[in-house]
């Protein structure tokens, strides 16, 4: 049963450039959100996908976008990169409707911003 | 506005001491609290979480103690093993409304 699978795992972007995040979610999830985690921090909520539809929102700019695909798959993409968006972002899917509360989180993929 | 605060930083303990970690919530419509483990490199992983309507929960070496009138609640790991060295996190939601609200971590070393 594959877990949470997370592309590229390292990369490494100059500032104003674009990027795009991959994220399949753990076999039978339907809904996916991602997180930031800035160094020695704990992760920020960004946003999350389900149906796809963005369902819920953090305070991030509308610089971050995504998208999710009928077999549930997920984008991360942000726009006009900042230093400061130089971290690890986390993709954790989850089964709407069960009420157990439980995120799954994928290995990350650490960005760097030059 | 942090409404999850995790205390201590870091945490240094003895191979079969007990590690400590508190957090401290703000949104009395949080109603799960769970608290994740993660390695270097890692994804955070889910350890063990608890409702509001329970004082206390425990799976293992691992104890969560949750005082309701308080906001607060508390990871104990009994036995502290080199192995549980990690950073822990622990996160606060409203189940299936979306997100969850984590604390800043506290990385635990436990010395052999």
């Known amino acids: 049963d594959a877990g949470v699978t997370q592309s590229p795992t390292h990369l490494i972007k100059t500032r104003g450039q674009q990027v795009t995040l991959r994220c399949s979610p753990k076999?039978?999830?339907?809904?996916v959100s991602w997180y930031q985690q800035a160094l020695g921090q704990g992760p920020q909520f960004i946003f999350q996908y389900y149906e796809e539809e963005e369902r819920q929102r953090g305070n991030f700019p509308d610089r971050f976008s995504g998208h999710q695909y009928p077999n549930y798959s997920s984008e991360l993409n942000v726009n006009a990169l900042l230093l400061g968006d130089s971290a690890l972002y986390l993709c954790?899917?989850?089964?709407?409707?069960?009420?157990?509360?439980?995120?799954?989180f994928g290995e990350g993929s650490r960005l760097t911003v030059l | 506005q942090q409404q999850v605060k995790q205390s201590p930083q870091s945490l240094i303990v003895q191979k079969g001491g007990i590690s400590i970690i508190n957090c401290a919530y703000e949104n009395t419509a949080f109603d799960y609290f769970p608290w994740y483990q993660q390695f270097p490199g890692k994804g955070p992983a889910l350890l063990i979480a608890i409702r509001p309507d329970v004082s206390e929960k425990k799976e293992g070496r691992f104890t969560i103690s949750f005082n309701k009138s308080a906001k607060q609640f508390s990871l104990h790991i009994m036995d502290s093993q080199p192995g549980d060295s990690a950073t822990y996190f622990c996160?606060?939601?409203?189940?299936?409304?979306?997100?969850?609200?984590f604390g800043d971590g506290t990385t635990l070393t436990v010395k052999p």
């Open positions: 954790a899917s989850s089964l709407t409707g069960t009420n157990t509360g439980e995120l799954f």
């Open positions: 076999s039978g999830h339907d809904t």
């Open positions: 996160a606060a939601s409203i189940l299936d409304a979306g997100k969850s609200t």
